[in-house]
């Protein structure tokens, strides 16, 4: 059972910068794509960024150029790097990881982040 920890959200202003971390255990990390998601009030669960297990990122138009996705395999941990936060940036930001090929997902908790002057 593949278990995902979530950190490193928080307060920030405008134009700020934040970074999320998320440990994985109980599975294979290395070969886990792993993606950060996130939730506004209200609002569905969308997409922030992806990395395949072959470093392969992708990111939605409204995040490209402040936002950067990675991975730490000797430490089973995906970052999401977060420049130049904007008030809609705030939202709860899940981690995700799947195998690909396989059905089935995984999710975190979720961390807070929250951008206010």
């Known amino acids: 059972q593949v278990q995902l920890v979530e950190s490193g959200g928080g307060l920030v202003q405008p134009g700020g910068s934040l970074r999320l971390s998320c440990a994985a255990s109980?599975?294979?990390?290395?070969?886990?794509?792993m993606g950060w998601y996130r939730q506004a009030p209200g609002k569905e669960r969308d997409p922030v960024a992806s990395?395949?297990?072959?470093?392969?990122?992708n990111y939605p138009d409204s995040v490209k150029g402040r936002f950067t996705i990675s991975r730490d395999n000797a430490k089973n941990t995906v970052y999401l790097q977060m420049n130049s936060l904007k008030p809609e940036d705030t939202a709860v930001y899940y981690c995700?990881?799947?195998?690909?090929?396989?059905?089935?997902?995984?999710w975190g908790q979720g961390t807070q982040v929250t951008v206010s002057s």
């Open positions: 995700r990881a799947n195998y690909v090929g396989i059905e089935g997902d995984y």
């Open positions: 109980g599975g294979i990390f290395s070969i886990m794509s």
């Open positions: 990395i395949t297990s072959g470093f392969r990122t």
